[in-house]
Nanobody, 115 residues
Framework: QVRLVESGGGLVQAGGSLRLSCAASGSGFSIAAMAWYRQAPGKLRELVATISSGGSTNYADSVKGRFTVSRDNAKSTVYLQMNSLKPEDTAVYYC?????????WGQGTQVTVSS
């Protein structure tokens, strides 16, 4: 059974940085596809960034050049480095792991960017 635990959220001023972490339990992390999503109040959950088992990355246009997704397979952890944060980045951030035909979600971590 896969369990994902996000951490690193908080309150930051516009222009600041945060680094989110998502620690995964269960076997097979190194071959899993990982992703970060976010959901702002009253909005649908949206994809922020993905990273494949081989390390290929993709980003939403709204975060390109500001956010960086990475993974450490030895620690079964995926990261989201967020720089130049904007108030519109305020949301609950979730990580997702897809492996062996199933996908799993973490509980989310709140990121609030003040103007």
């Amino acid at each position: 059974q896969v369990r994902l635990v996000e951490s690193g959220g908080g309150l930051v001023q516009a222009g600041g940085s945060l680094r989110l972490s998502c620690a995964a339990s269960g076997s097979g992390f190194s071959i899993a596809a990982m992703a970060w999503y976010r959901q702002a109040p009253g909005k649908l959950r949206e994809l922020v960034a993905t990273i494949s088992s081989g390390g290929s990355t993709n980003y939403a246009d709204s975060v390109k050049g500001r956010f960086t997704v990475s993974r450490d397979n030895a620690k079964s952890t995926v990261y989201l480095q967020m720089n130049s944060l904007k108030p519109e980045d305020t949301a609950v951030y979730y990580c997702k792991e897809c492996i062996f035909g199933s996908c799993y979600w973490g509980q989310g971590t709140q990121v609030t960017v003040s103007s």
